[in-house]
């Protein structure tokens, strides 16, 4: 069975599995993309912050605890929304059951809006980053990571299983939905290459200010075979910009 969007979260064994998967020191988001997060998005406090495909919330939970103003989270699986309202209970936040693809974004309403490994599972960027634009105030900033496109071009590598020892990079420029065999399932995730982003990022009004591949550093791991392993294949592409 496939599974589009945020639809695979809500499968109790996945769910259980990634957030297992998500909460380890190694994981790439917390050795790799979480570090990289924090240093694009620099001072937030007192903003206000609006995070699309949330997740669990545990991103909102310490902006707010570090000083943001206000954070609101979308997220489309209905398992994480519970998770995430149980994350920001009592305080300044607010998650909305809703896709980043149906929310209603509101006009010049925050001072940064993130997005953590969730836009490959959007199939529209050049919509999606023109509503982003909408919702910021001037000057204000988008900050997102992705899956890096080169591990998105083909998943032939996974047959072996989701541990991959050797990268199969195919028809990366053959751009548009990608089925990936991940914990036990198969995900719709969507390729595109780093010129397309740059490029609706700029057609929808965006300065790009900084662009990073996820370069491993050995101060963020607790193993050194991962460390090593990690330095093979870039696996998060991450953009800062400005409205």
Request: glycine letters at 6%; charged letters at 30%.
């Given at each position: 069975?496939?599974?589009?969007?945020?639809?695979?979260?809500?499968?109790?064994?996945?769910?259980?599995?990634?957030?297992?998967?998500?909460?380890?020191?190694?994981?790439?988001?917390?050795a790799?993309?979480?570090?990289?997060?924090?240093?694009?998005?620099?001072?937030?406090?007192?903003?206000?912050?609006?995070?699309?495909?949330?997740?669990?919330?545990?991103?909102?939970?310490e902006?707010?605890?570090?000083?943001?103003?206000?954070?609101t989270?979308?997220?489309?699986?209905?398992?994480?929304?519970?998770?995430?309202?149980?994350?920001?209970?009592?305080?300044?936040?607010?998650?909305?059951?809703?896709?980043?693809?149906?929310?209603?974004?509101?006009?010049?309403?925050?001072?940064?809006?993130?997005?953590?490994?969730?836009?490959?599972?959007?199939?529209?960027?050049?919509?999606l980053?023109?509503?982003?634009?909408?919702?910021?105030?001037?000057?204000?900033?988008?900050?997102?990571?992705?899956?890096?496109?080169?591990?998105?071009?083909?998943f032939?590598?996974?047959?072996?299983?989701?541990?991959?020892?050797?990268?199969?990079?195919?028809?990366?420029?053959?751009?548009?939905?990608?089925?990936?065999?991940?914990?036990?399932?198969?995900?719709?995730?969507?390729?595109?290459?780093?010129?397309?982003?740059?490029?609706?990022?700029?057609?929808?009004?965006?300065?790009?200010?900084?662009?990073?591949?996820?370069?491993?550093?050995?101060?963020?791991?607790?193993?050194?075979?991962?460390?090593?392993?990690?330095?093979?294949?870039?696996?998060?592409?991450?953009?800062?910009?400005?409205?």
């Amino acid at each position: 069975m496939e599974f589009k969007g945020y639809s695979v979260y809500d499968q109790t064994d996945f769910f259980n599995n990634y957030m297992n998967r998500r909460n380890r020191k190694d994981s790439p988001n917390n050795a790799i993309e979480g570090p990289i997060i924090y240093e694009l998005i620099g001072s937030f406090q007192d903003s206000c912050v609006l995070d699309l495909g949330c997740g669990d919330a545990s991103f909102g939970k310490e902006l707010l605890h570090l000083g943001a103003k206000k954070y609101t989270g979308v997220e489309g699986s209905e398992q994480m929304v519970e998770v995430a309202r149980s994350n920001i209970l009592e305080q300044n936040g607010t998650i909305h059951f809703e896709t980043m693809e149906s929310y209603d974004y509101p006009k010049e309403a925050f001072d940064l809006v993130t997005s953590r490994f969730a836009i490959h599972y959007v199939s529209d960027i050049n919509r999606l980053f023109k509503d982003v634009h909408k919702t910021l105030k001037e000057n204000g900033r988008f900050v997102f990571s992705i899956q890096h496109p080169l591990t998105t071009s083909s998943f032939a590598s996974k047959q072996s299983g989701d541990k991959r020892g050797n990268w199969i990079v195919d028809d990366y420029f053959r751009e548009g939905e990608r089925k990936e065999p991940w914990i036990d399932q198969i995900v719709v995730k969507y390729h595109r290459t780093i010129e397309h982003y740059f490029i609706a990022l700029k057609q929808a009004g965006f300065s790009v200010l900084d662009l990073r591949e996820g370069t491993p550093k050995r101060e963020h791991f607790s193993s050194e075979d991962e460390y090593v392993r990690r330095q093979r294949i870039p696996i998060v592409l991450a953009f800062s910009c400005v409205k």
